[in-house]
């Protein structure tokens, strides 16, 4: 079974500054999604940004960019330039890849506060 | 494109009763999910349809069940509701690649189930 860890329950930071949500994840699987999914106030769910395994290069998608370590299974969100509508709370997940009865099951952490500051 | 759509938005039930939410997923989409997110448990697996087959089930006892359609629209249903059945539940389709699915989730609004 997969878990994945959010040691940090709250953070925040000065507008325009940059923060880093960490999470770690546990798994004896080779092919697997990790994701970043934002969940604003009251509002719903989004992507964020997303990692295939195989992928060596770290994903990247405007503001911001992952830090994966797979030997360590490790992947860190790196939010830049923090605008005051980046305060959600931040689900780190994870997802098996393929078309066998384990795939399609996302396992979440438990989540990030984060607060922008004007 | 429309997203995924949830209903009710919000219900109020008491002990014993019976609830059915339904989640109609983006088009195309082949796969739905469902999670149930309360603030102590956060956002846990409830159940994957692909194609009409469950592919896969959470932790949850019998009383939670579900079933997908031929449009891919999804249903879940719990019978005999307890207190602790108060929830968040999150309905979320994603898109089809050759493996199966691309991983992304799509979110629905939720439906806020309250148990009196």
């Known amino acids: 079974a997969q878990t994945v860890t959010q040691s940090q329950p709250e953070m925040s930071v000065q507008e325009a500054e940059t923060v880093t949500l960490s999470c770690t994840y546990d798994?004896?699987?080779?092919?697997?999604?990790l994701f970043w999914y934002k969940q604003p106030p009251s509002r719903q769910m989004i992507l964020v940004i997303r990692?295939?395994?195989?992928?060596?290069q770290n994903a990247t998608e405007n503001r911001f960019s992952v830090n994966f370590q797979k030997a360590a299974k490790s992947f860190s969100l790196k939010i830049s330039d923090s605008q005051l509508g980046d305060t959600a709370m931040y689900f780190c997940?994870?997802?098996?890849?393929?078309?066998?009865?384990?795939?399609?099951?996302?396992?979440f952490g438990d989540g990030t506060t984060l607060t922008v500051k004007p | 494109k429309a997203g995924v759509t949830q209903t009710p938005r919000y219900l109020i039930k008491t002990r014993g009763q019976q609830v059915t939410l339904s989640c109609s997923p983006i088009?195309?989409?082949?796969?739905v999910s469902w999670y149930q997110q309360t603030p102590g448990q956060g956002l846990q697996f409830l159940f994957e349809?692909?194609?009409?087959?469950?592919?896969n089930k959470g932790n949850f006892p019998g009383r939670f069940s579900g079933r997908q359609f031929s449009n891919s629209r999804s249903e879940m249903n719990v019978s005999t509701l307890e207190l602790g059945d108060s929830a968040l539940y999150l309905c979320?389709?994603?898109?089809?690649?050759?493996?199966?699915?691309?991983?992304?989730?799509?979110f629905g609004e939720g439906s806020r189930l309250t148990v009196l």
């Open positions: 798994t004896s699987e080779n092919n697997y999604y």
């Open positions: 088009s195309g989409h082949r796969s």
């Open positions: 349809y692909f194609s009409e087959t469950q592919r």
């Open positions: 997940a994870f997802m098996k890849w393929g078309w066998d009865t384990n795939a399609g099951k996302s396992t």
């Open positions: 990692q295939e395994a195989y992928k060596q």
């Open positions: 979320a389709s994603s898109p089809p690649t050759s493996g199966g699915n691309t991983g992304e989730l799509f």
